[in-house]
Nanobody
Framework: QVQLVESGGGLVQAGGSLRLSCAAS????????MGWFRQAPGKEREFVTT????????YYADSVKGRFTISRDNAKNTVYLQMNSLKPEDTAVYYC????????????????????WGQGTQVTVSS
């Protein structure tokens, strides 16, 4: 069992930055690929980014590529999402998720079939 707790959300003006953190419980954090997803009001949850278990492979949605960066610190059982040049359309609840896999292919890490999910943190970008 893995428990995930997100933090770092808040209100920011367009063009600003935020860094989200996701702290994971358990000793096997390094065995999990980690992902960030988001859900805006009235919309379906969508993929944002993912990072492989060792951190060597990352994927990003086209909408955030070049602005967002995912990273992980396995010693701290934490994954981060650095969000720069924020836009109003980035407003959403952001969720981190964990998938038990050593794979690094898009076919495995993409999509929303993750094993564990956090409760989410609200990010609001004002124009």
């Amino acid at each position: 069992q893995v428990q995930l707790v997100e933090s770092g959300g808040g209100l920011v003006q367009a063009g600003g930055s935020l860094r989200l953190s996701c702290a994971a419980s358990g000793r096997t954090f390094s065995s999990y690929a980690m992902g960030w997803f988001r859900q805006a009001p009235g919309k379906e949850r969508e993929f944002v980014t993912t990072i492989s278990w060792r951190g060597g492979t990352t994927y990003y949605a086209d909408s955030v590529k070049g602005r967002f960066t995912i990273s992980r610190d396995n010693a701290k059982n934490t994954v981060y999402l650095q969000m720069n040049s924020l836009k109003p359309e980035d407003t959403a609840v952001y969720y981190c998720a964990a998938k038990l896999t050593a794979a690094s292919s898009w076919s495995v890490l993409g999509g929303s079939t993750y094993d564990y999910w956090g409760q989410g943190t609200q990010v609001t970008v004002s124009s």
